[in-house]
């Protein structure tokens, strides 16, 4: 069973920086599609951002792009989300996603789920 274990969450100013880590274990993700999804206070859990297994794909929400870059490292087992210009509508719970196929990830779609870290984005 695939488990996945974020870390890397916290509180920010607005326009600052953060980067997520999510570390996987129970087998190797390097053949699975992983990504984040978020859920802020009182809406809709949002999909984020996904990346194919090798890499080579990515997708990210409309609200994000330009701001967030994700990345995945096979050897290390993990996947990364870095998010820079943060407004305090980023402020969410962020969670390690990862799904059997990219179009499902890109679907919100999600086989696998993390047990989330928080993000608060306030002066």
């Known amino acids: 069973q695939l488990q996945l274990v974020e870390s890397g969450g916290g509180l920010v100013q607005p326009g600052g920086s953060l980067r997520l880590s999510c570390a996987g274990s129970?087998?190797?993700?390097?053949?699975?599609?992983l990504g984040w999804s978020r859920q802020a206070p009182g809406k809709e859990r949002e999909g984020v951002s996904c990346?194919?297994?090798?890499?080579?794909?990515?997708q990210y929400a409309e609200s994000v792009k330009g701001r967030f870059t994700i990345s995945r490292d096979n050897a290390q087992n993990t996947v990364y989300l870095q998010m820079n210009d943060l407004k305090p509508e980023d402020t969410a719970v962020y969670y390690c996603?990862?799904?059997?196929?990219?179009?499902?990830?890109?679907?919100?779609?999600?086989?696998?789920w993390g047990q989330g870290t928080q993000v608060t984005v306030s002066s």
């Open positions: 129970g087998f190797t993700l390097r053949y699975i599609t």
């Open positions: 990346i194919s297994d090798n890499g080579g794909r990515t």
């Open positions: 996603v990862a799904s059997w196929g990219f179009s499902h990830c890109a679907g919100d779609e999600y086989d696998y």
